[in-house]
């Protein structure tokens, strides 16, 4: 095991220098469509009842300094849905590079055109335009000094910083339609306080469309996609199909242009709970292995029906 450990860390330097680290992991597929208050402020109230949602993404491969995340978020809707709140917990670390994020979330929803009713196993808002925005601090840490590399003067000193993170995002819903762009860290690094700490201003955009069969709309087929940029790294492109009946089961899988390909299937217990669990299988070489994932997720009030 030692001996793999030590590979893995010199793959690791080898193909990630860590004065340019990307601060964050990309979003998994479950954790985006599950908890999409991470990736836009816009989001916070889009539901017809507030929800606390808790994940985790792992290898669990016994290999030290595997990929791990941790996520908590907090979605309340207000003044009869017009206003959405939030708040999240994010944590990934990677090797010896950590990221903790700690950020609120407001919205303000615009209805247009009639209301059309929601099919009857879905509340969400049909018809809306949400504005959104969000504030917080976000912690990066190198822990250099733990690799041992004695030859090499940037690997002497550990980094960590502090800084302010401020994001942006947009919502629309039309029916069956939906779309959103986001920016969650406008300032990227400009407030960083060591130029070897690099955060970059990543953008997402995603769009998706729901379809509905059955006597009572009861079963749900939903493609959708995410975009990401980020400057200075090659555009990634997630297509993603899910499939819903009744609310009581859920499956999907999804690609990652030249990156992954992931899998999930989930349940709905007692109406307010669902546990969603998801793979994702990393294609092309790197020395990083398939993380394993859980998303549990409590929708108070009426739940999920």
Not at 68 to 86: D, E, I, P, R, Y
Not at 117 to 142: D, M, T, W
């Amino acid at each position: 095991m030692k001996i793999q450990n030590l590979t893995f860390w010199a793959l690791l330097v080898f193909t990630f220098s860590y004065k340019v680290m990307q601060a964050q992991q990309q979003p998994v597929f479950s954790e985006y469509n599950y908890n999409t208050i991470m990736l836009n402020p816009a989001h916070s109230g889009y539901y017809a009842n507030s929800e606390f949602t808790l994940s985790n993404q792992s290898s669990y491969s016994g290999i030290e300094g595997a990929p791990s995340s941790l996520n908590a978020t907090l979605n309340l809707t207000l003044n009869n849905q017009k206003v959405g709140l939030g708040g999240g917990f994010i944590r990934d670390q990677i090797g010896v590079s950590a990221v903790t994020n700690a950020f609120a979330s407001y919205a303000y929803k615009l209805y247009f055109g009639q209301q059309a009713k929601a099919p009857r196993y879905h509340n969400y808002n049909p018809n809306i335009i949400s504005f959104g925005i969000s504030a917080g601090l976000l912690n990066y840490s190198e822990d250099l000094q733990s690799l041992n590399i004695t030859d090499d003067p940037q690997f002497q000193q550990n980094l960590n910083g502090t800084i302010p993170t401020l994001g942006i995002g947009i919502l629309f819903n039309r029916d069956q339609i939906y779309a959103g762009l986001s920016i969650p860290n406008l300032l990227g690094n400009a407030l960083a306080p060591d130029d070897a700490i690099s955060i970059n201003s990543v953008a997402y955009a995603y769009a998706g469309y729901r379809i509905y069969t059955g006597v009572f709309d009861e079963l749900e087929i939903k493609p959708n996609t995410l975009i990401r940029y980020e400057p200075g790294a090659p555009l990634s492109v997630d297509l993603n199909l899910i499939v819903n009946y009744k609310n009581k089961v859920e499956f999907g899988g999804g690609y990652r242009t030249s990156s992954a390909v992931n899998a999930l299937a989930g349940v709905y217990l007692f109406n307010n709970l669902r546990l969603i669990y998801n793979y994702t299988l990393p294609l092309r070489e790197t020395p990083l292995p398939p993380t394993h994932g859980l998303v549990l997720s409590v929708r108070f009030g009426k739940g999920y029906n």
